[in-house]
């Protein structure tokens, strides 16, 4: 791991301790750094402002590792990362729903959910002929919907099982996607 690396986690870190005590929007950068031992200087250096690492922790936290599900066959076990990831960090997720900082939340979970319906419809396709815009269309609009079911679920302080949010967005999803690559297929 590079020295880069290690201070970027190292702020996370600190960001992520801090996030279960008070809201993000009451967390200075003087607070992170003090936290993690290193000058405001370097915060600087890796990150413009505490929505940005907020950003960066998303992006590194769980979007790495999905590529491997990003098909048919494996689409739901994304949903089922997701929403554990979101368990296991409920208090930063809630703060960062209930916060200014929602649109980071939101960006990371339409990107995730927009990958791996593309691949998705990738496999759908393989044997049709549709236009890209028409699919690139299709993994938009199912990520907002999906992200739509994820903030919900987040301002409800996650009461529901993952279980049942993954199980509603699959029969939402189920044949949906399918016919609409159909009727545009050429």
């Not at 003087?30 to 993690?36: E, I, R």
């Not at 922790?57 to 590529?67: H, K, R, S, T, W």
């Not at 209930?98 to 396709?125: H, M, P, Y």
Request: with cysteine; charged share 30%; aromatic share 10%.
């Amino acid at each position: 791991m590079t020295k880069s690396r290690v201070t970027e986690n190292a702020l996370a870190a600190s960001l992520k301790m801090l996030m279960k005590q008070k809201p993000i929007n009451k967390i200075s950068v003087k607070m992170v750094t003090d936290t993690c031992g290193v000058t405001r200087h370097t915060f600087y250096n890796h990150f413009h402002d505490i929505y940005e690492l907020l950003g960066w922790i998303f992006e590194n936290e769980v979007i790495d590792e999905l590529d491997e599900y990003c098909s048919l066959s494996n689409w739901k076990k994304v949903l089922f990362i997701v929403l554990q990831y979101t368990l296991d960090n409920k208090v930063i997720c809630i703060n960062t729903c209930k916060s200014l900082a929602r649109e980071n939340l939101e960006i990371f979970l339409c990107k995730i959910f927009q990958k791996v319906l593309e691949g998705v419809i990738k496999d759908i396709t393989i044997e049709r002929n549709v236009d890209e815009k028409i699919k690139k269309e299709t993994a938009v609009f199912f990520s907002y919907a999906i992200t739509g079911q994820f903030l919900e679920w987040i301002n409800n302080g996650l009461k529901e099982e993952k279980e049942d949010i993954a199980d509603r967005v699959e029969r939402m999803l189920n044949g949906t996607i399918l016919r609409i690559m159909e009727v545009n297929s050429e």
